[in-house]
């Protein structure tokens, strides 16, 4: 199984989170790669089994320009067998909290075998550490179990 965690980050909170989640992917798999978005292989994109993506929020509750070309690739990929898991951080003083997730998530729903968002306020704390955790479980159950993708994604 191929897994590949794709990230972009500014500030370095995404990153973080994106590093302790690779970390905590090898009690499931040694075959998982951590991409910053503009180093992933697109045309590879469907060799992978599992694509994490990791994203802050821009503007008001915008995608970042950097990761249009990763949804964009979704939307146009031949295939919806992907499990995909969509996770981000952003900021609760704006007005829509981590809104880049949720623009992943609508378009992952339809175009891949969505699993699983989680949303972390900034920098993660150790409390986060056990959420993104059962993100990642989430996310390996449905790979065990691929028919089941009528179930709604799981919010971590
Ligand atoms: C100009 C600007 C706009 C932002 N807009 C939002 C937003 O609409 N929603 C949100 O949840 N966070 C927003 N944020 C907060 C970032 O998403 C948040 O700080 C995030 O953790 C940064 O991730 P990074 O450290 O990986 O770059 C915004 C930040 C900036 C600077």
């Known amino acids: 199984m191929k897994v590949a965690i794709v990230y972009t980050s500014i500030t370095g909170n995404t990153e973080e989170a994106a590093e302790i989640i690779n970390k905590n992917m ?20 469907e060799s992978f089994d599992v694509i994490l993506i990791g994203t802050y929020t821009w503007g ?25 898991g969509v996770f981000g951080t952003g900021d609760q003083c704006y007005p829509y909290f981590c809104g880049a997730v949720d623009e992943f998530r609508d378009m992952l729903y339809v175009h891949s075998n969505l699993a699983a968002t989680l949303k972390i306020e900034l920098l993660p704390q150790l409390l986060d550490e056990s959420r993104m955790k059962r993100f990642i479980k989430v996310v390996f159950e449905r790979v065990q179990n691929k028919n089941n993708d009528l179930v709604v994604p799981f919010r971590v």
Not at 26 to 45: A, I, R
């Open 26 to 45: 090898k009690n499931y798999t040694g075959n998982c790669y951590l991409y910053k978005v503009e180093h992933f292989p697109f045309s590879d994109l």
């Open 60 to 84: 008001n509750g915008d995608i970042p320009i950097e990761m249009v070309r990763l949804y964009r690739a979704f939307e146009t990929s031949t295939t919806k067998e992907i499990v995909t």
